[in-house]
């Protein structure tokens, strides 16, 4: 196992609208300290469907050290906690598994 678990550097939020259009608005971008590991990324893609219903994701992708998003301007907040709760949780997860064996 991989011991790369990436925290998070900066968010970066452009101009929002009430509705996204993800043809026409710019993602959020969050930036993590490090390139995530074939693990950590196959287990956020999964944190992230099991969510989905829950919250409205729309487009979340993973390039590298970069996650980005989309959001309206009313759950940009709600949204970007929701996705750093995950970058902590996945992180103890991989360390507990590690643990474990």
């Known amino acids: ?3 790369r ?4 550097v900066d968010i970066d ?5 009430k509705k996204v259009d993800n043809d026409e608005d710019e993602a959020i971008v969050i930036s993590l300290d490090t390139e995530p ?3 950590w990324i ?5 944190e992230v469907e099991q969510l989905r219903g829950k919250i409205v994701l729309a487009d979340v992708s993973i390039d590298g ?3 980005s ?6 759950d940009y907040r709600q949204l970007g ?5 995950l970058i902590s949780g996945i992180a103890y997860k991989l360390q507990s598994a590690r643990n474990a064996q």
């Not at 906690?81 to 709760?85: L, N, T």
């Open 81 to 85: 906690e929701v996705i750093k709760r």
């Open 5 to 8: 678990f990436p925290q998070v």
């Open 65 to 67: 050290k970069k996650i």
């Open 69 to 74: 998003f989309f959001a309206s301007s009313g």
């Open 1 to 3: 196992m991989d011991s």
């Open 13 to 17: 939020v452009p101009a929002l609208h």
């Open 42 to 46: 196959q287990l956020f893609r999964g």
């Open 37 to 39: 590991s074939d693990d």
